[in-house]
């Protein structure tokens, strides 16, 4: 990736663990688990490898002659996100290993971690999870080398399935279509920040931006819906009363992410009022288009840091 790419990267990077550090502050006395740091990493990561696939396909559908999205670009995006996603995803499986045998993860046993990764149920997901991420690699490796122009559905099937492997386990499953709900929210989230990750990353002239900015926006709006909906119904299952959004660890975090979630909404209000039709005039150069995107960016990446703390939350 180049600088600029790198640099957008980072930033985002230590946004998301901004977030996380926020969570274990409001949390105080007692703390989320301490996968939250590396979970962040993990679905961020991944939430821009959806957002590429999902990029592609909706530079695919535009009335634009040329594509936006420069394939070798993507496909190399692809490839090394993936491979982050793919070792933070074997750290937390280790991880996950260890505590279940109560050692730790540099005197777990080979035999342990592979009756664990094979014969328990969260095991066999987390391994799951990972030959997702290593075969999503491959595939975005394969394609920067072969300089393919492949349908970028697999990407997207892929990517949501290793997003959403993890979560629809969680306390929500307990629910009736609770696994649906927490899928639903996962994917909405992802693709909100991962397609305009995937466009910072990506888009390189005036007329790409004017192309597909007004398509996210409308893509992006749905995601809105998607989150909010389901994130109340998560805190409302969760939360046994009103009073516990403030009393407890996890109603704080829930209310700061709320906070976060508004400011988003006010903010994308505003790009719809200014950024938008500035972009879609090809008024708007390309470096200020990245600009702004990064903003938000790193917006977005504060609440997914809050919310990966929140699913180690008790």
């Known amino acids: 990736m180049g600088e600029r790419s790198v640099r957008l990267v980072l930033a985002a990077a230590a946004a998301a663990l901004v977030g996380v ?149 969680g306390h929500m ?32 002239s005036k007329s790409a931006w004017a192309t597909l900015l007004p398509v996210y926006s409308r893509v992006a709006f749905w995601c809105v819906v998607g989150v909010a909906t389901t994130g109340v119904l998560d805190a409302v299952l969760k939360l046994d009363s009103l009073a516990a959004v403030v009393e407890t660890g996890y109603g704080r975090i829930v209310l700061a992410k709320l906070l976060v979630t508004v400011i988003l909404i006010a903010s994308a209000h505003r790009i719809r009022g200014t950024w938008l039709p500035t972009v879609a005039a090809h008024r708007s150069t390309v470096e200020h288009s990245v600009g702004r995107a990064a903003a938000h960016i790193c917006l977005l990446a504060v609440a997914f840091g809050l919310a990966a703390a929140l699913a180690t939350t008790a």
């Open 21 to 169: 550090a926020a969570a274990f502050a409001l949390a105080f006395p007692t703390f989320p688990g301490g996968s939250s740091w590396l979970r962040v990493i993990a679905v961020a990561s991944g939430s821009v490898v959806l957002g590429f696939g999902v990029l592609a396909v909706l530079d695919a559908s535009s009335d634009s002659r040329r594509p936006a999205v420069d394939p070798p670009v993507m496909w190399r995006a692809i490839g090394y996100l993936s491979g982050l996603w793919a070792v933070a995803e074997f750290v937390l499986l280790a991880a996950a290993a260890a505590d279940s045998a109560g050692r730790t993860p540099l005197t777990l046993s080979p035999s342990a971690f592979a009756t664990f990764a094979t014969s328990i149920s969260v095991g066999r997901l987390g391994s799951a999870t990972v030959i997702l991420t290593l075969t999503l690699c491959a595939i975005g490796v394969a394609g920067y080398r072969l300089r393919a122009s492949w349908s970028p559905i697999p990407v997207v099937v892929l990517a949501s399935l290793a997003l959403v492997a993890r979560p629809i386990t």
């Open 173 to 204: 499953s307990q629910f009736t279509f609770g696994s649906f709900a927490v899928a639903v929210h996962v994917v909405c989230a992802s693709v909100w920040l991962g397609v305009l990750g995937a466009m910072a990353l990506s888009l390189r």
